[in-house]
């Protein structure tokens, strides 16, 4: 019994496809989370993984919240 080198077969194009350059709408988000230091994915997934990994204050808005106003 031999394995294949590839469970799949392989794309054909899977090179130029990792090669495209992302466009702003996709960089911006992975971005954010570089500059926030929180997790990247869905989000509730990143709501999960930020509670497991002590990162809820990454996902938190920067900065002093609002005064609340007097009533």
């Known amino acids: 019994m031999t394995l294949s080198d590839w469970p799949l077969p392989r794309p054909r194009s899977g090179v130029d496809y990792v090669n495209q350059p992302q466009s702003d709408a996709e960089l911006e988000p ?13 989000e509730a997934w ?16 920067r900065g002093r919240p609002n005064k609340e106003s007097p009533m």
């Open 30 to 42: 992975v971005r954010r989370s570089l500059d926030r230091g929180q997790p990247y994915g869905g």
């Open 46 to 61: 990143v709501r999960d993984a930020a509670s497991r990994l002590g990162l809820e204050s990454s996902l938190r808005p």
